[in-house]
């Protein structure tokens, strides 16, 4: 048999990922800020697109949004593109209706209304360190501990060998330290907590409120048994310092007025506050879903640019292709956007539906959930449902959720149920709340509790929820009188 090469014909089936249906993939994961990103962006590059101010959109549960009647019709030809109802486009009054008025471009914010870069820890110490008054060699050693102190404000290098690298020695070193260590906040360029805290104990006024003073009582506690004041095991250190039980209560109250990270709050982390993409409220014995569009304007084909495009003999060619390829892409971004409304709605639906027990009673009866559950039920993809719940918030009568929050993985009950993990770990914060602080329930003994509401996991399984927690164990959590 020869090999040579020749022509066959097979008939086969695929997806083809046309540009605009990447286009309408990419919406599903937006959040509701890139979103509006999205459509400022259309609306500026695409000039057949414009806002609809007249519209009002009011989306409710059970009346789900449709696409737009003022829409051309549309269908794929054999490339997979999109084919326009031009004479569709411009009917019932479309081409009576004129631009939207220009909005005022003058428009800026006010001084007030502008943000300024917050002070970072090492501006704050450069700035202290450019008032002081020092030889030349101690400021050069201290400006490089500057820039080896962490955001915490620990210093994460030796003196000595940064101030080798200035070429000064031993006793510039231990200057430029001990420089750095009196400036504010209190206890920074400390390498160690136990430095940290004595430095701050430096500054304050000493107390006499007992037997003893405190301010040494804290600071020998500090300085010699600092590990064992996580046991809390006041009477064995009463009766090491040979004082009393209320003595070292108030010394330890001193040490936890002590701040352990004293460059924290420079940290100026922005915090930004969660916008629902959908409001779940009460309604009778049910649940409404109702979709917040706010601002996201209503978009419409521009009616002018329709209907030059609809008059193919009074525009050059090129402007003719130029119009129609603009208008096809207008109108497969609206409908990809009404496509995503519509399908975040059916998944906030199955989501409500599925924890309704959540919504009636609380954290403790959330239900396991995974993301082929709520596919199967609205009947897409699961990689459909991945997208949508991706950076997307729900508010509900419990609070604001991400919608990941109610996907977890079960674990099986006593009775054969399952039950979530989110549910577990509740019980188990639950149960610690409510335990003598004087004998403190071990993991062995949160498993026996859990046990008795019908719920069966490992000690191991105890102790990785209780750290998740941030719960410290049986033995940290004893109070000793």
Request: with cysteine.
């Amino acid at each position: 048999m020869s090999l040579q090469p020749r022509m066959v014909l097979r008939q086969e089936q695929r997806l083809v990922m046309t540009a605009m249906l990447q286009q309408a993939i990419g919406l599903l994961p937006m959040t509701r800020l890139e979103l509006q990103q999205a459509v400022q962006t259309e609306l500026m590059e695409n000039p057949i697109l414009e806002e609809n101010s007249e519209e009002v959109k009011e989306t409710a549960d059970g009346e789900m949004p449709e696409v737009r009647d003022d829409l051309p019709e549309t269908q794929n030809d054999e490339r997979g593109e999109v084919e326009i109802d031009w004479e569709n486009i411009v009917q019932d009054g479309y081409n009576q209706e004129s631009f939207s008025s220009p909005r005022d471009i003058d428009e800026f914010p006010s001084y007030e209304q502008t943000l300024s870069q917050p002070e970072t820890l090492h501006e704050h110490l450069e700035w202290q360190l450019n008032l002081s008054i020092a030889s030349e060699p101690v400021i050069r050693v201290a400006r490089r501990i500057l820039w080896n102190i962490d955001e915490t404000g620990y210093l994460r290098a030796e003196p000595e060998e940064l101030a080798v690298q200035e070429g000064a020695g031993s006793a510039e070193a231990a200057e430029a330290l001990a420089l750095v260590q009196a400036f504010d906040p209190p206890g920074v360029g400390a390498r160690n907590l136990k430095e940290c805290l004595l430095i701050q104990m430096e500054g304050l006024v000493p107390i006499a409120e007992g037997s003893v003073p405190l301010l040494p009582l804290a600071k020998e506690l500090v300085r010699e048994q600092i590990d064992q004041l996580y046991e809390r095991n006041y009477a064995r250190l009463a009766r090491s310092h040979k004082v009393s039980v209320d003595d070292i209560r108030n010394a330890v109250e001193i040490i936890r007025a002590l701040d352990p990270q004293p460059g924290a709050r420079f940290l100026h982390e922005r915090v930004e506050v969660a916008e629902p993409d959908v409001t779940v409220t009460k309604r009778g014995e049910g649940y409404e879903v109702t979709l917040n569009d706010d601002g996201l304007p209503p978009l419409r084909i521009s009616p002018t640019y329709a209907a030059m495009a609809a008059n193919k003999g009074g525009i050059a060619p090129e402007t003719q292709r130029y119009i129609e390829e603009k208008v096809r892409a207008a109108v497969w971004f609206v409908k990809s956007i009404e496509q995503r409304r519509q399908t975040i709605m059916k998944v906030s639906q199955s989501i409500v539906s599925f924890q309704r027990d959540f919504l009636d009673h609380g954290v403790s009866h959330l239900r396991p959930l995974i993301l082929r559950d709520v596919a199967e039920d609205i009947e897409m993809h699961e990689s459909t449902v991945s997208r949508v719940t991706t950076g997307k918030y729900m508010e509900t009568p419990r609070g604001v959720f991400n919608f990941k929050y109610f996907f977890h993985s079960g674990l099986v009950s006593v009775g054969g149920g399952n039950t979530s993990s989110v549910a577990v770990k509740e019980q188990i914060r639950q149960i610690i709340e409510s335990e003598d602080k004087q004998k403190p329930y071990t993991d062995q003994k949160i498993v026996d509790k859990l046990r008795e509401n019908n719920v069966v996991i490992a000690r191991r399984t105890v102790t990785k929820y209780r750290k998740e927690l941030r719960i410290l164990s049986a033995s940290r959590r004893r109070e000793f009188h």
